[in-house]
């Protein structure tokens, strides 16, 4: 799949406010290297820099194009292209940071041990993921999929993500390698322009493996009716805003 950093930075402050409170949740007071895990154009990697400004920090991605923005915003870091779950690094780190990027690797119950044992002691594996493929933004998207004549086109949209594990879950899988494990969920409710926002907040990331395999006319006959059943699914405020509930999963574990 391709990204456009320009599409994702639409909506920039919505999305780094995540990164953010997942920072000033590390305990590690002390970092001196730190890797940036689907850096994305370096608005995660620009809020760890604000608060470990003496940290060496790689930003790691799988899009040139994201690579790209980042290097132009933050030339003083080094920013590499590559996937993360072929990321082979050893580190050690004192923080490995992975904002929204995780939810599209597979194979959790292998990557999560393999990051944590690249922490130094006391290092921490701080992890933000949107847990929100339960909500009517990507029913929606699974539901127009699956009922018109791209049908076939998109039969295999659907496996780019997969429902996230429990907490209780990830809190097993990390405790034999952490020392602690803190778990939180947020669900954020974003003020959006109206439906047609939505859409577009969308078009950054979760719509991507459902509007690449369309051609132009597909694709605009498909966000034509995804839109319409957003905007039954999402009404407007009375100021004509629409608040996008947005549930992401949180997880700092420190070695």
Same mark, same amino acid.
């Given at each position: 799949?391709?990204?456009?950093?320009?599409?994702?930075?639409?909506?920039?402050?919505?999305?780094?406010?995540?990164?953010?409170?997942?920072?000033?949740?590390?305990?590690?007071?002390?970092?001196?290297?730190?890797?940036?895990?689907?850096?994305?154009?370096?608005?995660?990697?620009?809020? =760890?820099?604000?608060?470990?400004?003496?940290?060496?920090?790689?930003?790691?991605?799988?899009?040139?194009?994201?690579?790209?923005?980042?290097?132009?915003?933050?030339?003083?870091?080094?920013?590499?292209?590559?996937?993360?779950?072929?990321?082979?690094?050893?580190?050690?780190?004192?923080?490995?940071?992975?904002?929204?990027? =995780?939810?599209?690797?597979?194979?959790?119950?292998?990557?999560?041990?393999?990051?944590?044992?690249?922490?130094?002691?006391?290092?921490?594996?701080?992890?933000?993921?949107?847990?929100?493929?339960?909500?009517?933004?990507?029913?929606?998207?699974?539901?127009?999929?699956?009922?018109?004549?791209?049908?076939?086109?998109?039969?295999?949209?659907?496996?780019?993500?997969?429902?996230?594990?429990?907490?209780?879950?990830?809190?097993?899988?990390?405790?034999?390698?952490?020392?602690?494990?803190?778990?939180?969920?947020?669900?954020?409710?974003?003020?959006?322009?109206?439906?047609?926002?939505?859409?577009?907040?969308?078009?950054?990331?979760?719509?991507?493996?459902?509007?690449?395999?369309?051609?132009?006319?597909?694709?605009?006959?498909?966000?034509?009716?995804?839109?319409?059943?957003?905007?039954?699914?999402?009404?407007?405020?009375?100021?004509?805003?629409?608040?996008?509930?947005?549930?992401?999963?949180?997880?700092?574990?420190?070695?």
């Amino acid at each position: 799949m391709t990204w456009s950093s320009s599409q994702y930075l639409q909506f920039e402050d919505e999305r780094t406010r995540p990164a953010r409170e997942l920072i000033a949740a590390v305990p590690t007071q002390t970092v001196r290297s730190a890797i940036d895990l689907g850096c994305g154009p370096g608005n995660s990697t620009e809020a =760890l820099a604000a608060r470990y400004p003496d940290a060496q920090i790689v930003g790691l991605d799988s899009s040139q194009d994201m690579i790209d923005a980042a290097r132009k915003r933050l030339p003083q870091f080094r920013f590499e292209l590559g996937d993360i779950s072929a990321w082979r690094e050893p580190g050690p780190y004192d923080l490995v940071l992975a904002n929204a990027a =995780l939810q599209w690797v597979p194979d959790h119950a292998s990557l999560f041990p393999s990051l944590a044992q690249r922490l130094a002691p006391g290092g921490s594996l701080a992890v933000q993921m949107p847990d929100n493929l339960d909500q009517p933004t990507h029913r929606l998207m699974r539901e127009v999929a699956a009922d018109g004549p791209w049908a076939q086109a998109l039969s295999q949209a659907v496996a780019a993500r997969t429902t996230l594990p429990p907490a209780g879950w990830y809190y097993d899988l990390l405790r034999p390698h952490c020392a602690r494990v803190d778990i939180w969920r947020t669900t954020y409710h974003h003020t959006l322009a109206g439906a047609p926002a939505v859409v577009e907040w969308l078009k950054g990331t979760g719509l991507r493996p459902f509007l690449e395999p369309l051609d132009a006319e597909q694709r605009e006959a498909f966000l034509a009716r995804y839109t319409a059943a957003i905007a039954q699914a999402y009404p407007a405020q009375v100021d004509g805003v629409v608040l996008l509930p947005f549930p992401r999963l949180f997880i700092v574990a420190t070695r």
